[in-house]
């Protein structure tokens, strides 16, 4: 543990990386959004019946606010920071801001998600590997 630091923080994030930014963002944002809402309309069918799961219950109520509000659209994900994709060097930067900015010590980079075929996970794995991991 680095001096003056009172403990871990891993951050897990959705993650892809691909030599083109747009490219990157066009192939990712459909699995992203697709979980998302998936996740959202299960809490949205639990979060008004007596079957809330013990121990999520502010997660049901506050997960139908952020779907209503549009904040689980690809784009906001990416503009928040709730998601990561792009070239090497986007990549890089946005991790680097998150490690600085909130203290993060490890990322799980979240690449295979909501069905993505394997070929694309592990593209973005190897390349994030080779062009993101040693400067982060």
């Known amino acids: 543990m680095a001096k003056g630091r ?3 923080r891993m951050l897990l994030v959705p993650f892809f990386v691909h030599e083109s930014t747009s490219r990157a963002r066009e192939i990712f944002g459909q699995y992203v959004e697709w979980f998302y ?3 959202a309309s299960n809490q949205l069918s639990t979060a008004g019946g007596s079957s809330i799961v013990k121990g999520y219950e502010v997660t049901m109520t506050e997960g139908r606010k952020t779907r209503e509000l549009g904040y689980l659209s690809f784009d906001n ?4 920071g709730a998601a990561i ?3 090497p060097a986007t990549c890089i930067a946005q991790l680097q801001e998150m490690k600085e900015r ?7 980079l979240w ?3 909501a069905g993505i075929p394997a070929e694309l996970t592990e ?3 190897r390349l994030a590997a080779e062009k993101v991991m040693p400067f982060v």
């Open 6 to 8: 009172l403990g871990e």
């Open 37 to 39: 809402a998936k996740v």
């Open 77 to 80: 994900l990416i503009k928040y």
């Open 85 to 87: 994709a792009g070239d």
């Open 102 to 108: 909130f203290g993060i010590t490890e990322f799980a």
């Open 111 to 113: 690449s295979s998600l």
């Open 123 to 125: 593209g973005s794995m």
